[in-house]
């Protein structure tokens, strides 16, 4: 299971395009060419808990949710996507977003606008980024689209939800939206190029896209890693050519980007480590976070594939469960995943003319 190579990242800075003069993440933090020291005194640290959602009333078909070895599926479109909607996901999907806002110190990598108007948030999950970001932008209109209607009813009013299957064609009006925002969305896209065409047809010429995505593949710096995390990745390669929606879209995302015609691209690539491990206080909390969210969420975001998609057994899928949760949280393992920030912008439309 282990046969596929994992994909080649691309070397921070490779792609010819300016940072923003104040990106909020520090360049020192995570930075993907220097190995992270560890802390050999390493005490641990407690873990912040979520919050846990609610459901909105929607039509009954969209709400017959499936279940399968406990976990709860989506019912629209059923079987578009591999992870759970049922409230130990949600409660993952929450760890990783007060994750990101933590290392993003606030909610964008794009340079956003103070007038923002149109927002569109790309399979939304639970939905807290959208409400976030409503809140704290009220002269915006966010739309938040998921196949799951697993969002709370009491949102802002500047806010809504959606039922809606992104790989379809969006029926919103073209050149409409300032800023899309797609996060965590690895596994869920065919084409990723085709997508981002779609993005830029209904951005506004000058509008931004964020695209954040986590690599699949777990590293070390120091040989640490353990045999279930070394096989990780070849495991989602395998879901992922077996479901045509590819899981290692962190490490093409600059070409893919470019190749869809945005302008302006700003990209961030650090390190996160899985656990308390590193010795700098702001990595180590940044690992206490991402290994809560990895805990949390890793049977949602593995047993679908390994069951249904790489036959096997449940027993099996989850015996190999018990050896990677065993070194997510053994501390002489320095295990780290790359996270990938991008933004685009859409060229304004004399640009456009000019190149077409
Ligand atoms: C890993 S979650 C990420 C949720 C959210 N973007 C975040 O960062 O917290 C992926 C979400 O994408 C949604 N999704 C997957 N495929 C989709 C599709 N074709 N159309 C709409 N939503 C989709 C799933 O239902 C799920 O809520």
Known sequence: MTDAQPPKSPKAGKTPSPQPPSSPISPRLGNIDAPIEADTADADSVYASSVVTDTTSLRSSILAYKWEHGRRYHAYQDGAYWGPNDEKQQEAE??????????????????????????????????????????????????????SPIQPSFVPPNCKFEVDDVIKDFTYPDN??????????TGC???????????????????????????????????????????????????????????????TLPDVLKEAGYTNIV???????????????????????NRQFILQGVEGFSIRGLTDCLGWTYEEAQLYLVSLRKELTDPKIHAYLELAFYAGQKPEAAEESTAA
């Open 267 to 289: 990209e961030r690539r650090i390190k996160i480590p899985i656990g308390t491990w590193p010795k700098n206080p702001d990595l180590k909390h940044w690992g206490a976070w």
């Open 176 to 185: 409409y939206f300032d800023y899309i925002h797609i996060r965590s969305m």
């Open 94 to 147: 929450d760890l990783s977003h007060e994750m990101f806002k933590i290392i993003l110190n606030g909610l964008t990598l794009a340079p956003i606008s103070d007038d923002v108007q149109n927002v569109l948030d790309v399979g939304c999950g639970t939905g807290a980024w959208a409400i976030e970001f409503a809140d704290a932008h009220p002269s915006s209109q966010v739309i938040g689209v998921d196949l």
């Open 189 to 251: 896209i065919p084409d990723w190029v085709q997508f981002h065409r779609k993005a830029l047809k209904h951005l506004k010429p000058g509008g931004w896209t964020e695209h954040i995505e986590n690599s699949g593949v777990v590293r070390s710096d120091d040989g640490t890693l353990g045999p279930a995390m070394a096989q990780w990745w070849g495991i989602f390669d395998k879901i992922g050519k077996a479901t045509g929606k590819t899981f290692g879209i962190a490490e």
